[in-house]
């Protein structure tokens, strides 16, 4: 089946800085790659996604980036704002199946005033 | 965001009890998941649902039995609870393969 690596676990970046969380996965025939946006208690939310004929999408302050020939797909966030703390996943969509999405385990991202 | 309702949002049971927990929806949406999230591990597929008593096992299934008899319910049950079954879990819905999944606020389950 598929699987999701999602690097770093933690990072802490500076109020106005870029943050970038990077994803790799295994499937080759995984075409689906959203990013979920999880704050402390809350449901995860779904922030961006995209499709593998397409290389990048942009979304005001925050971008996903697709690199099907190395299987990595990476999330920007530029600008960051205090808002932005909260744990990110990424997940790949097997390629079809009805077994739904495979997730990474997670990056907390934390904004320093 | 998604009409899904999940419940109990809080449980506190002991260990060899039977718990059952609900997922109802009211999009319509073919597929239903639950998943289980604990620190270190993410978000973890225990059952999926591709219709009305079509289920089938996820990778963390075992301990776990799922039914379906209605498009908008999802039910999970653990036949007898284990200390390590104590987890949130969020049901999630989705219209159709590789589409966007959609997530319930979630049950926090304690079992002592």
């Known amino acids: 089946g598929e699987n999701v690596e999602q690097h770093p676990s933690t990072l802490s970046v500076q109020e106005g800085d870029s943050a970038v969380i990077k994803c790799t996965y295994s499937?080759?025939?995984?075409?689906?790659f959203p990013w979920y946006k999880q704050e402390l208690g809350k449901r995860p939310q779904l922030i961006i996604d995209?499709?593998?004929?397409?290389g990048e999408k942009k979304d005001q302050r925050i971008a996903v980036t697709l690199n099907k020939t190395a299987k990595h797909f990476s999330l920007h966030i530029t600008e960051t704002q205090p808002e932005d703390s909260a744990v990110y996943f990424c997940a790949a969509s097997g390629g079809g199946g009805a077994d739904g999405l495979t997730f990474g385990k997670g990056t907390h991202l934390i904004i320093q005033p | 965001d998604a009409g899904i309702t999940q419940s109990p949002r809080h449980k506190v049971t002991e260990t060899g009890t039977p718990v059952t927990l609900r997922c109802h929806q009211t999009e319509n949406h073919r597929y239903m998941y639950w998943y289980r999230q604990d620190p270190g591990h993410g978000l973890r597929l225990i059952h999926y649902?591709?219709?009305?008593?079509?289920?089938d096992k996820g990778e963390v299934s075992d301990g776990y039995s799922v039914s379906r008899s209605k498009t908008e319910d999802f039910l999970l049950t653990l036949e007898s609870a284990t200390s390590s079954q104590t987890s949130v879990y969020f049901c999630?819905?989705?219209?159709?393969?590789?589409?966007?999944?959609?997530f319930g606020s979630g049950t926090q389950l304690s079992v002592l």
């Open positions: 499937d080759s025939a995984s075409n689906y």
């Open positions: 999630a819905t989705s219209g159709g393969v590789d589409e966007k999944l959609f």
């Open positions: 649902s591709y219709g009305v008593k079509d289920t």
């Open positions: 995209i499709r593998s004929n397409v």
